[in-house]
């Protein structure tokens, strides 16, 4: 009995410590890291030219290729190899770019906000948009308001995003000659406190605007359609028996269930966000990750393409639990399920 008393205790003490859904998602970056670490082990001839290739083993010298055999454990055995890949994680070390001169995190860290300012701003704004607009769509269905919005956010949204971005850029950057044509700050401005936040909103707004637009739709017609299918539901009925007024209906009762499905639509379109970002700043010239993965990739920069592609993937893993934790919150079914 004492037993199974224990058991259950530890049971509910990992249930609390670690729920199902981060299980998942550990399990998840479990395999990734994995994956990370075996593949250039995997394929034939020597690790050190799997991981650098021979484009850089030819450059190197010879005491900074004993250095590096030395740090990946390259000459001791793959549990050897494995620790030391794992003590290197957790001190953020994930190798070293002969492009740049510096270590890989270094040379992530200082792209990584521009396109966590760019991807997470089209995000919330597309999001917070498409809402609205597909709560207004919806309650008013049929409308010539409704005709309008239905049409030209289907139309916008069968672009993809570079090409609603090269558009932008021709109109605006060259022809009108109103806005920056690349970069994410003016070089040698000098720029300094409001001004220089005003030059990077300057150059944001274009990549921005490109992302929102195309990201827009998806929101809208999901909200829209959900919107549709609550108002004939009974609980909506009641309310407006009961004489509760129309924008309360609109967006306390019919509105705050619409979200529902969108948080779960969103959630699952982070993964395409960040790969739109990624272009978009290839055409923007923008100083993000889609920008410094294009130079690792012409540059065969392998360690910085693997850093790269493991950051992107802890990124979209960690926004997908922040969003599951968000659903929870907007619905105590599914967290009293857990």
Known sequence: MEQKREHSFWKILGKNLFPASLQSYLIALGAIFSLNFILPR???GDPLHAIYGDEALVAMTDEMEAQLIRQFSLDKSWWDQMLAYIM??????LGFSYYYREQ?????????????????????IATAIGIIL????GFCRGSSLDRGLVASLMFLGGFPDFFIGILLLLIFAVSLDIMPLSGATSPYAGYEG???MLDVLKHLALPLASMVLVQLGGIFLLTRNTMVTLLGESFILTARAKGCPESYIKYSHAGRNSLLPVTTATGMHIPHLITG???IEIVFSYPGIGSLLN????????????????IVTVTVLSANYLVDLLYMRLDPRVRYAH
């Open 277 to 279: 970002a990624l272009f």
């Open 42 to 44: 995997l394929m034939p």
């Open 295 to 310: 130079t690792a990739i012409a540059a065969r920069d392998y360690p910085l393409i693997q850093g790269i592609l493991l």
């Open 194 to 196: 409001l001004a220089y």
């Open 104 to 124: 890989v995190s270094q040379v992530i860290l200082g792209a990584l906000p521009w396109t966590l300012l760019l991807a997470g701003l089209a995000l919330v």
């Open 134 to 137: 597909g709560i207004e769509s």
């Open 88 to 93: 290197g994680l957790l001190q953020g070390d």
